[in-house]
Nanobody, 123 residues
Framework: QVQLVESGGGLVQAGGSLRLSCAAS????????MGWFRQAPGKEREFVAR???????GYEDSVKGRFTISRDNTKNTVYLQMNSLKPEDTAVYYC?????????????????WGQGTQVTVSS
C-alpha cells in the first residue's frame, strides 16, 4: 500500500505561483510513475502532469510552459510548480501513483490517490 498526502494549495491571484507537494509512504517510491490530476466543480478529473521513475515528464497541453513536475526520490516526494496561474486552473489537485503503467496519463491506470488539495485562482 502507498499513502499519498498533498499540500501547498491555496488562494492566489491570476499570474501568481504555487508549489504543490505530495509526500508518499513506502520504500519503493522510486519505482512509481507519479501523476498530478485536477478536478473542477462539475467536471471530470483530468490529467495535468506526470513523471516516470526514470524522470521523463509529460504535461497536458494547457499547462505546458507554466507547470513543472519533479520528484525527489530521497524524500519520497513529488512536486508541481505552477506559474502564471489562471482562473481556469482553479480545481482540487490530486496526486496519484502507479507501478503498472509506465508514463500513463489516464486516471484509470493509477492505483493510489491522495485526498486532494484546493487551488483557487482569483481574477
Amino acid at each position: 500500500q502507498v499513502q499519498l498526502v498533498e499540500s501547498g494549495g491555496g488562494l492566489v491571484q491570476a499570474g501568481g505561483s504555487l508549489r504543490l507537494s505530495c509526500a508518499a509512504s513506502g520504500r519503493t517510491f522510486s519505482r512509481y510513475t507519479m501523476g498530478w490530476f485536477r478536478q473542477a466543480p462539475g467536471k471530470e478529473r483530468e490529467f495535468v502532469a506526470r513523471v516516470t521513475w526514470s524522470g521523463t515528464t509529460g504535461y497536458e497541453d494547457s499547462v505546458k510552459g507554466r507547470f513543472t513536475i519533479s520528484r525527489d526520490n530521497t524524500k519520497n516526494t513529488v512536486y508541481l510548480q505552477m506559474n502564471s496561474l489562471k482562473p481556469e486552473d482553479t480545481a482540487v489537485y490530486y496526486c496519484a501513483a502507479t507501478t503498472r503503467y509506465y508514463g500513463s496519463t489516464s486516471k484509470g491506470n493509477y492505483d493510489y490517490w491522495g485526498q486532494g488539495t484546493q487551488v483557487t485562482v482569483s481574477s
